[in-house]
């Protein structure tokens, strides 16, 4: 297992940036891949960006292509996400999670197996 906190949200008009970050801890970092999902209020968890373990391949939902990027540094044990343009449908409690390294499509909610307590991103129009 490995434990994740999230930290990074707030409040941002839209148009603004913020850059989420989840740190790691318990097991070695870079034997997993990583994920960003988001949920809003009576809606499904939506897949937002994932990383694979050595940083070389990215993943994106189409709502957030060229607006999210992701990157990861092994040596802090952190995945950060960075978002450009926000836009108030952008509002969600965003998630951190983690599967085991080389688990194939990356996009499924269902595929990771640890996850942070979400942090709470608000866009204002």
């Known amino acids: 297992q490995v434990q994740l906190v999230e930290s990074g949200g707030g409040l941002v008009q839209a148009g603004g940036s913020l850059r989420l970050s989840c740190a790691a801890s318990g097991r070695t970092f870079s034997g997993y891949a990583m994920g960003w999902f988001r949920q809003a209020p009576g809606k499904e968890r939506e897949f937002v960006a994932a990383?694979?373990?050595?940083?070389?391949?990215?993943y994106y939902g189409d709502s957030v292509k060229g607006r999210f990027g992701i990157a990861r540094d092994n040596a802090k044990n952190t995945v950060y996400l960075q978002m450009n343009s926000l836009k108030p449908e952008d509002t969600a409690i965003y998630y951190c999670a983690a599967v085991l390294a080389y688990t194939t499509s990356l996009r499924l909610a269902y595929k990771y197996d640890n996850w942070g307590q979400g942090t709470q991103v608000t866009v204002s129009s």
């Open positions: 990383i694979s373990w050595s940083g070389g391949t990215t």
